[in-house]
């Protein structure tokens, strides 16, 4: 099987339940795969709702600067996340730099209440 990342956006004081909800939704949409790390921008890797759904899913939750997203180009950019944080995208940008270079989008953007989420695939 091969390693999912995980890209997530979300709103401060997110609930880990809405966070593991969506994570599970999009990554059935990935095919075959397991969860290798979660990832999101720097300003929210403290927010204890992404890091109990890291823990419960066992994996590393990895945090990228604005300037790091905002530099990998994304298929659906955000006019909010721009607004609110300086970057294009935070989900399919933090997605595709966890996978590393070369790594697929395999799921866009996906949202809920108050996150976003996306799947990109290390290449073979």
Known sequence: MSAL????GTCRAVDA??????????IAQAGP??????ATVDARAAEPGLLAAAAR???????YGVHE???????HPSEAARRA???PGV???????AAGPGGEL???????????????????
């Open 5 to 8: 990342f995980v890209g997530v």
């Open 17 to 26: 339940d809405e966070v593991l909800a969506l994570i599970q939704q999009t």
């Open 33 to 38: 795969g397991t969860v290798a790390a979660l």
């Open 57 to 63: 899913l066992g994996v590393p939750l990895t945090a």
């Open 69 to 75: 997203l905002a530099a990998q180009p994304v298929p």
């Open 85 to 87: 944080l300086g970057t």
């Open 91 to 97: 989900a399919e940008a933090a997605a595709l730099l």
């Open 106 to 124: 395999v799921v866009g953007k996906r949202k809920s209440a108050q996150a976003t989420c996306a799947v990109a695939r290390r290449p073979a």
